[in-house]
């Protein structure tokens, strides 16, 4: 993987409760300003092939999207494109299928294009409509799965990690007070605004441990990016984005498959392959945007993908190691705290983050790029089975 | 339109993973899972044979949700047990409200309830129920 591909242009919409704005919409937005973020530009008909990031639209009543989707939505009827779902990583997925597809050395330009409308549902049953990502809900095992949804299961990791490893509800709660503040001037996010550590705890609570504020958004929006071969590159910018590493992990769906309730097993394998790829390490990372679905799931990514031993995380947050400033940045734009969570959307906005953070464009929430090495991160699925981690890079 | 009456969930009787509690267990790595497999999710082995999973275990860890599907009332204590002789086990806790009222460690057996009514059809399985330790 690591000299074939380039990111040459990105581009978004600002994330939020889009009831004006429908699926096709938001990808058309999203789209345009993927092409409008090509700094010498492109004609649309370079583009060979496509990936479209779909999650949610069969399950809550929107009807399940095919490549034909997005071949309908932005008019490239004449190229092939693949609908991605692979849970709460279906961005990062797209992102590597759309990777997979240059650095195969067949098409020379391709798009992954990420959509997902949450909001036209209730957030709760949201969630238990599409399974929670635990078979939640109604119709299914009798004694198992009953009860549960997204966040139960991200509750039992909170719940066993402060147990096992120190950690308390307060520094759950610092997570959301570091990337709520980072939200802040970032003009994608969903919510731009100062959470206290007071504030989360007297939040209601949605899964105890979890309170409201510890969860992320239901969300909509729209995110894409556009790729070429490496050697190319330089003909549609000369500032492109590399792909060092683009890797997804696997762990049991099932929770009583899982090993322990303190790291999760599909994100240390997806790091570990995805380094293995650029031949870097953890350490030559110079920030990085990780799925904070919940407060406690950051914790446990910082740990999981090697940035710190196991333990260790929730000390390093409370010296403040994590802030803009700091050595290791997390989530300088807010992250799904402040963003929200569109499901196919959120690995593709991270992705434009770290685009625009390695090129130094990032305005007020620009990071101090020393490697010129970023890290893009999502998990979740079935029992948060799945994860995804992509390495980008200023040199190839 | 009215929803269709549901099938009768008698069949589910039938079943052994659903009351009878019988799993596999991998003679190669040990791991024991259900329902019943014929590859080993954690080593791909295909030698396999089948286990009757215990009903007691202990707390590896749980939640109290308060945001529960709808039919459900809140809160909806989960958990995940450690059972005796191997193995792990999800489901909810019966008769519990307050996460106070459970310890990560503590004992837990399963009983037989019934645990939601699917158009006017009860729908029974297994909870977890704490073990006083007093009574042991």
């Given at each position: 993987?690591?000299?074939?591909?380039?990111?040459?242009?990105?581009?978004?919409?600002?994330?939020?409760?889009?009831?004006?704005?429908?699926?096709?919409?938001?990808?058309?937005?999203?789209?345009?300003?993927?092409?409008?973020?090509?700094?010498?530009?492109?004609?649309?008909?370079?583009?060979?092939a496509a990936w479209f990031g779909?999650?949610?639209?069969?399950?809550?009543?929107?009807?399940?999207?095919?490549?034909?989707?997005l071949a309908s939505m932005i008019?490239?009827?004449?190229?092939?494109?693949?609908?991605?779902?692979?849970?709460?990583?279906?961005?990062?997925?797209?992102?590597?299928?759309?990777?997979?597809?240059?650095?195969?050395?067949?098409?020379?330009?391709?798009l992954a294009l990420g959509a997902e409308k949450m909001r036209d549902k209730p957030g709760v049953e949201s969630l238990v409509a599409a399974g929670g990502g635990t078979g939640a809900g109604m119709g299914m095992h009798p004694s198992w799965m009953l009860g549960g949804g997204g966040p139960s299961i991200q509750a039992l990791y909170a719940t066993r990690q402060m147990y096992e490893l120190g950690c308390t509800m307060e520094d759950y709660a610092r997570v959301a007070v570091l990337n709520h503040h980072n939200g802040v001037s970032c003009p994608y996010a969903h919510y731009r605004f100062e959470v206290t550590v007071e504030r989360v705890l007297n939040s209601p609570v949605v899964c105890w441990p979890l309170h409201l504020l510890d969860c992320c958004p239901q969300t909509d929006g729209a995110a894409a990016a556009l790729l070429c071969r490496a050697d190319v590159a330089k003909k549609y910018t000369d500032k492109p984005v590399y792909v060092l590493g683009s890797n997804i992990g696997m762990d049991h769906g099932n929770l009583w498959d899982k090993h322990n309730f303190?790291?999760?097993?599909?994100?240390?394998?997806?790091?570990?392959?995805?380094?293995?790829?650029?031949?870097v390490k953890p350490g030559d990372v110079d920030f990085a945007e990780l799925h904070d679905c919940f407060t406690n799931t950051e914790l446990m990514n910082i740990e999981d993908i090697g940035f710190c031993p196991k333990g260790e995380a929730h000390k390093l947050l409370r010296e403040g190691q994590?802030?803009?400033?700091?050595?290791?940045?997390?989530?300088?734009?807010?992250?799904?705290k402040a963003h929200g969570h569109p499901i196919a959307a959120t690995g593709l906005g991270q992705i434009c983050e770290v685009f625009w953070q390695l090129r130094e464009e990032a305005d007020e929430r620009q990071v101090k790029i020393k490697n010129g090495i970023g890290l893009q991160h999502n998990v979740g699925g079935p029992g948060f089975g799945v994860s995804g981690v992509n390495i980008l890079s200023r040199t190839p | 339109m009215s929803a269709p009456a549901p099938a009768s969930p008698l069949f589910w009787r039938f079943n052994p993973e659903v009351y009878r509690l019988i799993g596999t267990k991998c003679k190669d790595c040990g791991h024991i899972t259900y329902p019943r497999r014929k590859i080993c999710p954690l080593c791909g082995s295909l030698n396999?044979?089948?286990?009757?999973?215990?009903?007691?275990?202990?707390?590896?860890?749980?939640?109290?949700?308060?945001?529960?599907?709808?039919?459900?009332?809140?809160?909806?204590?989960?958990?995940?047990?450690?059972?005796e002789g191997g193995g792990k086990y999800q489901g909810v806790i019966t008769e519990v409200t307050q996460a106070e009222e459970v310890k990560i460690g503590g004992k837990v057996e399963m009983?037989?309830?019934?645990?939601?009514t699917d158009r006017g059809i009860n729908i029974y399985g297994y909870k977890f129920r704490l073990v006083e330790e007093a009574l042991r």
């Open positions: 993987m690591r000299g074939k591909v380039a990111v040459i242009g990105v581009g978004m919409i600002p994330f939020g409760e889009l009831f004006e704005k429908g699926l096709e919409t938001m990808a058309q937005e999203a789209y345009i300003n993927c092409l409008k973020g090509v700094d010498k530009g492109i004609d649309p008909k370079e583009i060979k779909q999650w949610s639209g069969g399950l809550i009543g929107q009807g399940t999207q095919g490549g034909s989707g008019g490239q009827m004449e190229i092939p494109i693949t609908r991605v779902e692979n849970g709460c990583p279906t961005g990062s997925d797209t992102f590597r299928n759309a990777c997979l597809g240059v650095a195969s050395g067949v098409y020379e330009v391709t303190i790291e999760m097993l599909s994100t240390i394998r997806a790091a570990r392959g995805a380094f293995e790829m650029g031949g994590f802030d803009r400033n700091a050595r290791l940045p997390i989530n300088p734009s807010g992250g799904l | 396999l044979e089948e286990h009757k999973l215990s009903r007691r275990g202990t707390v590896q860890t749980y939640c109290i949700n308060w945001t529960v599907p709808p039919g459900l009332e809140p809160p909806v204590p989960i958990i995940v047990v450690d059972l009983v037989l309830r019934k645990v939601w």
